[in-house]
């Protein structure tokens, strides 16, 4: 006798209009584990990469920023698209959600992570020649090496001598700022790479910029300032600091 041909099943149409119970394959096949280990596997290391960005220095944070939005609203669009065109299988998107989610939230608690920023006790020089009566500062500087501790993340010096209210400056080397300032409101400030060019006739930074020297030019960048604030200080800063512990 001749055996009757079985037709396929019909295709699933977007937005599951027709009742879909009667052709879903099976849940539970070697084909789906394998897609659910390798979901829980990526969240997993999402989850790991996240940690580890987050706990970078501050200019490196573009890497967690591309992660978070690259990563994390692929997934949720891709979510949103698998409703729409498998038919709205609102039960194994979930699946799918709580595989990616969960294999997320386990990276993000036991991911690896970069040493803590810690500050050590350092020495500066500061020689101004603007304004010409300003005399030349050197004490202690608070060297902060920066998470990682593989560079010198901020500088803060003693305050300054010579000027009406004491001024503390400070150079940030991951932001690129040079900022000198008062607790009364008196704020010189500079801004960009440019200013972390080191001069050319002294050596190049050591390991890390433990030692250094900058030649630094700030101007008054505060509106609500008074006449005794100065408009300018340019300068030569230069700095030691011990290694990170």
Do not use: Y
């Not at 409703?83 to 299988?89: D, M, T």
């Not at 979930?94 to 608690?109: E, F, Q, S, V």
């Not at 992570?113 to 603007?130: I, L």
């Not at 503390?168 to 607790?183: E, M, P, Q, S, Y």
């Amino acid at each position: 006798m001749f055996r009757r041909r079985r037709l396929p099943p019909p295709p699933v149409t977007p937005l599951g209009i027709e009742d879909l119970e009667a052709v879903r394959p099976p849940l539970i096949t070697r084909a789906n584990l394998l897609r659910a280990a390798l979901l829980f596997g990526g969240g997993i290391a999402w989850g790991l990469a996240v940690r580890f960005a987050d706990s970078l220095p501050i200019d490196m944070a573009f890497l967690s920023f591309a992660l978070k939005v690259v990563g994390g609203i692929g997934f949720f669009l891709a979510l949103i698209l698998l409703l729409l065109f498998r038919g709205f299988e609102v039960d194994r998107v979930a699946i799918i959600a709580a595989l990616g989610l969960g294999g997320a939230w386990i990276g993000l608690a036991v991911g690896p992570t970069v040493p803590p920023a810690v500050t050590v006790a350092g020495t500066f020089t500061f020689a101004p020649s603007v304004p010409a009566e300003l005399p030349a500062s050197a004490g202690k500087a608070d060297c902060e090496w920066a998470a990682g501790r593989w560079r010198l993340g901020t500088l803060r010096t003693e305050p300054l001598d010579g000027l009406d209210t004491p001024h503390v400056l400070t150079v940030d080397f991951l932001r690129r700022t040079i900022r000198l300032a008062d607790d009364d409101g008196s704020t010189l400030l500079a801004v960009g790479s440019d200013e972390f060019e080191p001069p050319a006739d002294v050596p190049p930074p050591g390991e890390g910029d433990r030692t250094g020297s900058l030649d630094v030019l700030v101007l008054q960048a505060d509106l609500a300032s008074t006449p005794d604030d100065p408009n300018e200080v340019v300068g030569r800063l230069a700095w030691e600091c011990p290694g990170p512990p």
